[in-house]
């Protein structure tokens, strides 16, 4: 009998409407678009606007696509794991609020926060329950509000993120499709190198943090791109190589959304052409736990049952990680 395994059955992403574009950031702050574009690769990016609008409306949204899509009521889903840093509250989970939203009753939901890696570490925490048996659908959704947490006075990171979400639905499957394998990593010293310095236990909100900004995203970009550049690479070669494959057996490269450069570096290291590397940062920018899930769902009807891909990605803490999926329809 073929091991059970868990198999994406259906995708959907969520982009707000409103577009901020590089011509618009070099009114806001001191910028042009040819140095946003060589350095990122990014023409413009979405933001969620709107009163009370939180990470949970964009994730329902996606989560209803999904529920259409694989012919799944509400109540049939037995498990919700939210990958965000931007929840709508510090607690309950956003999980359990996009539960709420959505209807999902019968389900226990939790959030997980792993930076930008976060939706492959929820992909393979949500596998685990559908290949021990215990659950049959499983939802995981990457969302993030990153316009929440920017500071657009900050030219070094407020051009580089935008909000948006995907979501999945995990099945079982015993035909030979889904997550074959992954390596998941994380290195807590590169800490110092990306984060967000007040709002946590260690430094709760004050007038002093709200004064200094530092409820905002610190990034030291230098630091994070050496580190990333070659984690991620050699992270997504080494799942291709001890799975047995090569350049040509890979269908798709699914790299996080985080600057160009570093999505070109992992796919040379894969010995993949351009045309096998999924590349959306110009149109969203990055998204955090959103780059992946809204990948497969632009490339939803490009996939074959059965094509390889590789999904890649590396974040704050340090996290970092790849998964071998085969897809399943």
């Known amino acids: ?188 010293s590169g800490r110092i190198h990306l984060h967000q310095k007040a709002g946590g236990s260690l430094k709760p909100a004050s007038h002093q943090t709200v004064d200094n900004k530092e409820h905002y995203v610190y990034q030291e970009g230098q630091a994070v791109f050496k580190f990333a550049v070659t984690r991620m690479a050699d992270t997504a070669h080494e799942v291709m190589v001890r799975n047995g494959m090569g350049p040509d057996d890979v269908a798709w490269l699914v790299p996080h959304q985080a600057n160009l450069r570093i999505i070109d570096a992992t796919g040379k290291r894969m010995g993949l052409p351009p045309e096998k590397v999924m590349v959306n940062i110009h149109r969203y920018g990055n998204t955090t736990n959103g780059t992946i899930p809204l990948c497969l769902w632009e490339w939803e009807p490009r996939l074959n049952k059965g094509d390889n891909l590789i999904l890649a990605a590396f974040g704050g803490g340090f996290t970092w990680g790849a998964i071998y999926v085969k897809w399943a329809y």
């Open 1 to 188: 009998m073929t091991k059970l395994r868990a198999a994406i059955t259906a995708v959907q992403g969520y982009a707000p409407d409103f577009v901020l574009t590089n011509q618009l950031l070099e009114k806001m702050v001191d910028t042009t678009d040819e140095w946003i574009m060589t350095r990122t690769g990014i023409m413009e990016r979405r933001i969620l606007k709107g009163e009370g609008l939180a990470t949970s409306d964009m994730a329902v949204e996606a989560v209803k696509g999904v529920l259409e899509k694989s012919r799944t009521r509400p109540d049939e889903v037995e498990l919700l794991i939210c990958a965000t840093v931007t929840p709508d509250m510090v607690y309950p989970a956003t999980a359990n609020i996009i539960s709420d939203k959505a209807g999902i009753k019968n389900a226990f939901s939790f959030d997980l926060n792993a930076a930008c890696s976060g939706f492959i570490y929820a992909l393979i925490t949500g596998s685990q329950y559908i290949e021990s048996g215990k659950f049959k659908k499983v939802l995981v959704v990457g969302a993030d509000k990153m316009s929440s947490i920017v500071d657009y006075t900050d030219r070094q990171t407020c051009v580089l993120f935008g909000d948006g979400c995907g979501a999945v639905m995990l099945e079982p499957d015993t035909e030979g499709y889904g997550i074959m394998d992954s390596i998941l990593q994380s290195d807590g």
